[in-house]
């Protein structure tokens, strides 16, 4: 959007060749290179681009805020006429939740674990003066209900533990409306949420967004829902702006050759695979297996199988049982009830028991990559405790197994072996966690959300690079996500599992040719697509029908 286009009376955020540098020792490296950006008052626009692109250090600059380690060393930033590089840091407080908000991608590393949500969306109100304790919890109340939070006169009387991922990040966005700002930032709101609870996040910020009349920044590697939420969408791609347009025209008609690639990259899919031999007996079996989280149980006799070389996809909403029957697999939740085999022959249910040789043969990676691999140790030591731990290799003999899985996954060891966590990017994070697992030299992995919480070409080449794993060292997956398209991607077979319980099961080419069970049919029809009036008309047409967002 030029300049022409906007009147100054109408401009909320204007900022001017941004540059912004980050330390790395003792050097400063460029993240930001002389960026600009121009925001309405009451418009969303849509900040995309892969891992490091900048998205959020420039949508934190928008607030006049970086990060440890984080300058902004050259430009402007503007909020309705406020200098925010020049305001003191008392000046900027004042505007900090009363009139600029942030709604971070994490709600549950965001929240105080040990106060009341209520407690929590009543402080910024309290600080600014704006509203008695009283109010503030009445708004809150009627902001829960506006977000159709269950319960709402009561849920924010309960602790941050106490409500799912879905309803805690709409919590987040009522506490950052809690004094109505004119601007708030969104940093990947919806990223680890499953496709039926995006809906209803999505469905609930954009219609509070638009009552308030409330700008937005909207940062997300999810083009399908920018699509949904933006007036506008700004290509960023290492610091630099690719492109920027209006919502539809740049969905319908990308420019540059990146935003292309970005357009086009769910395009992996492996091939498929013939039917599982009669006679194959599985690597892992999940036996009427019911489970439960002190007196109520949470899975209820589940039951399937996981065959060599081959891929199952345990698909399902938040609460489904996905992570559960894992921690079942792996010992950590041993069952009420039931029976998990590994190769043919039962194995204790609790992992205490199990031998080193069985923990060995399943190995799991996370979800968070950054909250998985800790922090204080180098990547050598990270990936070289399972190698002493279970193949008993000590000195020059385990720290050439490390720089051999280094290899692997495609980082040199002289470039990463002695680096922190804190100095890799996502997807290599992500890869981190994959070599650990591989370090076990293990049958069966189970890959709990891997690539929820990358960007989607970083994403697309996690996909790539498992596959390849697979295919070289004849690796067995338990795949757990929420992601459809991940599905298709990578799976051989899927499972959909809803409240505890197995609803379908079957070939990926059977299970996404109708017709489908209710629940499967809900979740196929939850996964945004590129066309900015799909969540309208999908509100539209479950409104229609009585179902919820």
């Keep these: 959007m030029t300049d022409e286009n906007v009147s100054e009376n109408d401009i909320l955020v204007e900022m001017r060749g941004v540059e912004i540098e980050g330390r790395s020792d003792e050097d400063w490296h460029p993240i930001i290179n002389g960026l600009d950006l121009t925001l309405k008052k009451g418009e969303v626009l849509g900040l995309i681009g892969e891992s490091g692109a900048g998205k959020s250090t420039m949508g934190l600059a928008a607030m006049g805020f970086t990060r440890d380690g984080v300058r902004i060393s050259g430009g402007s930033v503007h909020f309705d006429g406020i200098d925010l590089l020049a305001a003191s840091a008392e000046d900027k407080r004042k505007l900090l939740g009363k009139r600029i908000a942030y709604v971070a991608q994490s709600a549950a590393a965001s929240f105080n674990p040990a106060h ?3 407690d929590q969306h009543a402080e910024a109100p309290l600080t600014h003066g704006v509203l008695s304790k009283a109010d503030a919890e009445a708004d809150g109340v009627e902001l829960y209900r506006k977000l159709r939070l269950p319960n709402p006169d009561e849920i924010g009387f309960r602790y941050p533990h106490q409500v799912s991922g879905g309803q805690l990040q709409r919590a987040m966005t009522a506490m950052a409306m809690a004094c109505r700002p004119d601007l708030i930032i969104f940093d990947e709101p919806t990223t680890a949420l499953d496709v039926t609870t995006q809906i209803e996040v999505l469905a609930s910020i954009r219609e509070i967004v638009e009552e308030f009349d409330t700008a937005a920044i909207y940062i997300t590697h999810d083009l399908a829902v920018v699509a949904q939420m933006a007036d506008r969408i700004k290509v960023l791609l290492k610091g630099d702006e690719v492109e920027e347009a209006e919502t539809r025209e740049m969905l319908s008609n990308p420019q540059q050759n990146y935003t292309k690639s970005l357009w086009s990259v769910r ?8 039917p599982v031999a009669v006679d194959s007996v599985p690597v892992v079996s999940v036996q009427g297996v019911t489970a439960a989280y002190g007196k109520i149980d949470v899975l209820h006799d589940v039951s399937f199988d996981m065959h ?11 609460g489904s049982g996905k992570s ?11 069952p009420r009830q039931g029976v998990i085999e590994f190769d043919g022959k039962p194995v204790p249910l609790d992992y205490r028991k199990r031998t080193k040789e069985q923990l060995r043969q399943v ?16 990547i050598g030591e990270i990936i070289g405790r399972p190698v002493e731990f279970y193949l008993g290799l000590k000195g020059a003999a385990k720290r050439k197994r490390v720089e051999e899985l280094l290899e692997q996954i495609e980082l040199p060891a002289e470039q990463y072996f002695d680096r922190l966590p804190s100095e890799l990017s996502g997807g290599q994070k992500q890869r981190i966690g994959i070599a650990r697992a591989l370090a076990a030299e293990p049958k069966f992995i189970i890959c709990d959300e891997v690539t929820s919480a990358l960007d989607q070409l970083v994403a697309e080449g996690i996909l790539r690079f498992l596959a390849k794993l697979q295919d070289e060292l004849g690796l067995s997956y338990m795949f757990i996500t929420h ?16 409240d505890g ?15 489908h069970h209710t629940y499967t049919d809900l979740l196929l029809s939850s996964v945004p697509e590129m066309d900015p009036d799909w969540l309208t008309e999908l509100l539209k047409t479950r409104a229609e029908q009585g179902i919820g967002a």
């Design 116 to 118: 009341k949500l209520i």
């Design 267 to 274: 395009e992996f899919q492996r091939p498929e695979k013939p």
């Design 308 to 318: 060599p070389g081959r891929t199952v996809a345990v698909v399902g909403e938040s």
């Design 324 to 334: 559960t029957t894992a921690r079942c697999i792996t010992g950590l939740l041993p």
């Design 363 to 378: 190995q799991m990676i996370y979800q968070m990559a950054d909250t998985a691999l800790n922090p204080r140790k180098s």
């Design 483 to 498: 992601d459809l398209a991940t599905v298709k991607s990578i799976a051989d077979e899927v499972v959909v599992m809803k």
């Design 501 to 515: 319980v197995v609803v379908e099961q079957g070939p990926k080419t059977e299970m996404f040719q109708p017709p």
